[in-house]
């Protein structure tokens, strides 16, 4: 059974930055992708990064791309999201999820492991 554990939410103001991480437990770590997904009140889960299980490749949503960057220490089973230049938009309940396999998707349902979430709150 694997575990994931968020942690660094809070609240900014509109053009500041956050970093989430994410530490895993549980079975082999470093060959899964990973995956951060947030969900707005009254909105659907959406992708926002993804990362293979190497680390040498990763995938955004349109959205965050030039602002998140998604990276991963397999030393430390972690796995972390830098988010810069936030705006009210990005207010949400961030998690991070694991796959069985090394290829990452942007797909909430190929992803098999769910941390219980990190509040994200921007402020204008």
């Known amino acids: 059974q694997a575990q994931l554990v968020e942690s660094g939410g809070g609240s900014v103001q509109a053009g500041g930055s956050l970093r989430l991480s994410c530490a895993y437990s549980g079975r082999t770590y470093s060959g899964y992708a990973m995956g951060w997904f947030r969900q707005a009140p009254g909105k659907e889960r959406e992708f926002v990064a993804a990362?293979?299980?190497?680390?040498?490749?990763?995938d955004y949503a349109d959205s965050v791309k030039g602002r998140f960057t998604i990276s991963r220490d397999n030393a430390k089973n972690t796995v972390y999201l830098q988010m810069n230049s936030l705006n009210s938009e990005d207010t949400a309940v961030y998690f991070c999820?694991?796959?069985?396999?090394?290829?990452?998707?942007?797909?909430?349902?190929?992803?098999?492991?769910w941390g219980q979430g990190a509040q994200v709150t921007v402020s204008s």
């Open positions: 999820a694991a796959r069985y396999y090394s290829d990452s998707s942007s797909d909430p349902r190929d992803y098999k492991y």
């Open positions: 990362i293979t299980g190497s680390g040498r490749s990763t």
